[in-house]
């Protein structure tokens, strides 16, 4: 299994429900999305990474900004069409995702909905850090052992403030609550004072990055 299966198996479970809120406390957005429509915009980002770009299984997307909304689907977008997503590593020959927000959804939305690439295979390089490279296979294994090591019960929601510019934070702000079956909010630039309060209207169970009082931390 893959981590484009994990969405594949969400979105046939309940792809209604929401999995991404996003806040940017510095400009005041607020973005959700759910299953569907994740699932949805990765499938578009493959036919653009494929297609405009001439990506192939392995090649290499690094996520800048990585803390937009739109790197999480950049990386979706990767990962279903086999690419593999740099993190913490000089990689000269990565393509930077999303980049200037505009400009990608400008180049993502008119792309077929339909997935015009073959499957990738789950033995496809899909994440690149400092000291190793996991396989699509691999992440989606990881990621589940950590749901289950830390308890994320399915329906989990987890209040993020991590980027996607480490393994930790793409664990604990896309893969293990995607494999939990749960959802995560996730903060951008995040204004401290507010994150009790946010937890509280966002019904977060767990957090990632940051402390809120009765709720378990999923890293250290």
Known sequence: MSVADLLAAELRRDGARPFLTWYDDA?????????????????????????????????LVRLA????????????????????????????DALDLPGDAARFMAAVLPQPDALLTSPAPATSPALRGEAKTWTAAELADAARHAAHEHAVPSGARVLS????????????????????GGSVVWCANADKTRLAERARM????????CDVAGLPRLTD
């Open 65 to 92: 900004p990585p803390d937009h909304w739109l790197a999480v689907v950049a990386a979706m977008g990767a990962w279903t069409m086999g690419a593999c997503v740099c993190v913490s590593v000089d990689a000269a």
């Open 161 to 180: 403030t991590l980027p996607l510019d480490t393994v930790t934070g793409v664990d604990a702000s896309v893969l293990v609550p995607l494999a939990a």
């Open 202 to 209: 966002e019904r977060a169970t767990h957090t990632a990055g």
């Open 27 to 59: 400009t005041g957005e607020r973005v959700e999305l759910s299953v569907l429509t994740l699932a949805n915009w990765a499938a578009k980002t493959a036919n653009l990474l494929a297609d405009d770009h001439s990506l192939e299984p392995g090649d």
